[in-house]
T-cell receptor
Framework: DTGVSQNPRHKITKRGQNVTFRCDPI?????LYWYRQTLGQGPEFLTY????????KSRLLSDRFSAERPKGSFSTLEIQRTEQGDSAMYLC?????????????FGQGTRLTVV | AQSVAQPEDQVNVAEGNPLTVKCTYS??????LFWYVQYPNRGLQFLLK??????LVKGSYGFEAEFNKSQTSFHLKKPSALVSDSALYFC????????????FGAGTRLFVKA
């Protein structure tokens, strides 16, 4: 396993279009997280899954955002009717369901630019 | 609510000198504390963590951090800085009282001059 994989790496879209990002976590990791990072800031939590269950969503996750992890493996994050303020790096991370090994392993992110 | 504060936007240090990057936290319950590093055009990488046990934890690339419960701090340190340590450093916390989401600080940019 080569780590957390995110696709695409870059996405440029016009305002109002829908976009979907994919994350493939480390295969044995039960937990999967989505974060958003803007330039010079720390990652902001969006949502997380334990297996296929979405256990928590941030208030940052407006109605235009939806995330799924249908089989407890890969996850998708969809943004509908994109706005310029959605431009950011979207990070995915995974971790095992283990109290002593809670560090997250991050993918390289998907950079979204809304024009 | 959980939060992490990194009071310095930027830290400058000369190569070979010791470095400290500061972090304080606020969390209910016992904290799980982390440091991550982000190099340009690369993903976040885990450096070290404190879960329980010794207050001084050692991590990758010669970094260490000291957990201080009374001061709610978890400062990152290295005895001798390298130019290649220049990067963006994030302190992070997980609370064990509910959920396992990691909350990150705003980050501190470390510049190590030759």
């Amino acid at each position: 396993d080569t780590g957390v994989s995110q696709n695409p790496r870059h996405k440029i879209t016009k305002r109002g279009q829908n976009v979907t990002f994919r994350c493939d976590p480390i295969s044995e990791h039960n937990r999967l997280y989505w974060y958003r990072q803007t330039l010079g800031q720390g990652p902001e939590f969006l949502t997380y899954f334990q297996n296929e269950a979405q256990l928590e969503k941030s208030r940052l996750l407006s109605d235009r955002f939806s995330a799924e992890r249908p089989k407890g493996s890969f996850s998708t994050l969809e943004i509908q009717r994109t706005e310029q303020g959605d431009s950011a790096m979207y990070l995915c991370a995974s971790s095992p369901q283990d109290l002593m090994n809670t560090e997250a392993f991050f993918g390289q992110g998907t950079r979204l630019t809304v024009v | 609510a959980q939060s992490v504060a990194q009071p310095e936007d930027q830290v400058n240090v000369a190569e070979g000198n010791p470095l400290t990057v500061k972090c304080t936290y606020s969390v209910s319950g016992n904290p799980y504390l982390f440091w991550y590093v982000q190099y340009p055009n690369r993903g976040l990488q885990f450096l070290l963590k404190y879960i329980t046990g010794d207050n001084l934890v050692k991590g990758s690339y010669g970094f260490e951090a000291e957990f201080n419960k009374s001061q709610t701090s978890f400062h990152l340190k290295k005895p001798s800085a390298l130019v290649s340590d220049s990067a963006l450093y994030f302190c992070a916390v997980i609370s064990n009282t509910g959920g396992f989401k990691t909350i990150f600080g705003a980050g501190t940019r470390l510049f190590v001059k030759a």
